[in-house]
């Protein structure tokens, strides 16, 4: 199982970005999905999580301004982010709660699976 994260880069202050992340292998299903960042100096933080069921859930710091959505039949999750400021940059990090399927095994790990970060960079 692979999870690939995209759409990172380098915005003005006040502009927005479209973060993509997809969800690739043998998979039997995905529960929640949702998306979480680490500044330099900090802990990783939630920013928006998403249930299979499309029930969001948002840090306050950016109510109103960032927008999660999946699409079930592509395993993919987006993270729309307008009026952004300096301090939302970060690296932006992907997560699933999924169950792997290898033949008749299921395997599903506590913390979910992580994709591989993409910088977000937002200048003054």
């Known amino acids: 199982v692979q999870l690939q994260a995209s759409g990172g880069g380098l915005v003005q202050a006040g502009g927005s970005l479209r973060l993509s992340c997809v969800a690739s292998?043998?998979?039997?299903?995905?529960?929640?999905m949702g998306w979480y960042r680490q500044a330099p100096g900090n802990e990783r933080e939630m920013v928006a999580v998403?249930?299979?069921?499309?029930?969001?859930t948002y840090a306050d710091s950016v109510k109103g301004r960032y927008t999660i959505s999946r699409d079930n039949a592509k395993n993919t999750v987006y993270l729309q982010m307008n009026s952004l400021k300096p301090e939302d940059t970060a690296v932006y990090y992907c997560?699933?709660?999924?169950?792997?399927?290898?033949?008749?095994?299921?395997?599903?790990?506590?913390?979910?699976?992580w994709g591989q970060g993409t910088q977000v960079t937002v200048s003054s």
């Open positions: 292998g043998s998979i039997f299903v995905i529960n929640d």
């Open positions: 998403i249930t299979s069921g499309g029930s969001t």
């Open positions: 997560n699933a709660d999924l169950v792997s399927q290898s033949g008749r095994n299921y395997y599903r790990s506590a913390q979910g699976w």
